[in-house]
């Protein structure tokens, strides 16, 4: 299989640490691209119209993208367990993965206002109103997290990749000082062998 | 159940559909809310952390978003076949809605940026990249659509829903004049009883 990549991407990141749950890093071959939403790359939009990362070629040819369809994809390939069979327990993974993807969508909103975008279109609001959405999310998770037990799956596998990103870009945030019982939960679960891919 | 709705939602339309298709649309109760990235509304948020539409809340308690996850607890608890037993087809059918995510993705986003945002602080480059992307889905889509035969499933639903979006707010794209098999398509499958829900 194919993954189209940017080594500082969330999502793809998502990818690698789903692939390297179900055991597949292997199997997973990277080509680096340079995804951008204001100078698209040619080379991904000839698999995928997006223009995003990450875009998987399976080796049966089938293009398959974003995120969350690629993940699903490994774990039916793998036969894995990320997509819980109890109903319940799998909405509620869903949810969990939908909640962290909007951290990240929220996360790279700011990043390109603040970054990509010059600085006199910047518009304060717009980067108020995305990083109010951090705050409500982690709150959100810190009344939760104390009964996630020995959840993985791919609630928790996105809930990890989020703050990871947040580390990463968002470090005067500081979440550690708001959310003991999310901090708690993430110095364990970061330390599993498929969160140290790179 | 209830939903957290929008009327000019795509993505609340698109649980509508699917919910029309699977005979569901009685049991939907729905919550007008005024979601928005900037003003974020706390109704919304008390249940949903990211403060969007569409939210459900199921009959027994659970809460589910994004439309993702919506669109298949529907199907799930009506038993329907919007998403491909086989599983070449289920992949397709969730990368097609992906795609038709895409789409609205940025047709909201090209939306804030020109409307929501005060003019002097709007980029053209911005909203030439995201305009860019209708461009090559739309592309895409129409070189694949003549195969699509009859099919009924999350991709086409979504697709559906990203074309009426384009319809109801960029009129002036006139993508039927570039896009001949897709305005076909869409002709016909427009007309579908679910497609008619409001």
């Not at 995120?67 to 390939?77: A, G, H, P």
């Not at 910047?122 to 996630?148: C, M, N, P, Y």
Request: proline letters at 5%.
């Amino acid at each position: 299989m194919k993954l189209h990549h940017s080594s500082n991407s969330p999502f793809v990141r998502k990818c690698l640490v789903t692939a390297a749950e179900l055991g597949l890093s292997d199997q997973l071959e990277r080509l680096a691209c340079a995804a951008s939403p204001v100078t698209r790359d040619r080379d991904i939009i000839a698999s995928n119209p997006l223009g995003q990362v990450p875009t998987l070629t399976t080796d049966d040819g089938q293009v398959l993208y974003d995120s969350r369809v690629i993940c699903e994809y490994l774990n039916n390939l793998a036969g894995g367990s990320l997509y819980p069979q109890d109903l319940r327990q799998r909405w509620t993974a869903l949810t969990d993965q939908s909640l962290a993807d909007g951290i990240l969508d929220a996360a790279l909103l700011v990043r390109y206002e603040t970054t990509l975008r010059p600085e006199q279109y910047r518009w304060a609001d717009w980067i108020t109103g995305q990083l109010d959405k951090f705050t409500t999310a982690l709150t959100h998770f810190e009344t939760r997290v104390s009964g996630f037990g020995g959840r993985v799956d791919i609630g928790t596998i996105t809930l990890a990749c989020a703050l990871r990103y947040l580390d990463l870009r968002y470090p005067d945030l500081q979440w550690r000082d708001q959310y003991p019982r999310l901090t708690a939960w993430y110095q364990v679960y970061s330390q599993r062998p498929a969160c140290q891919v790179i």
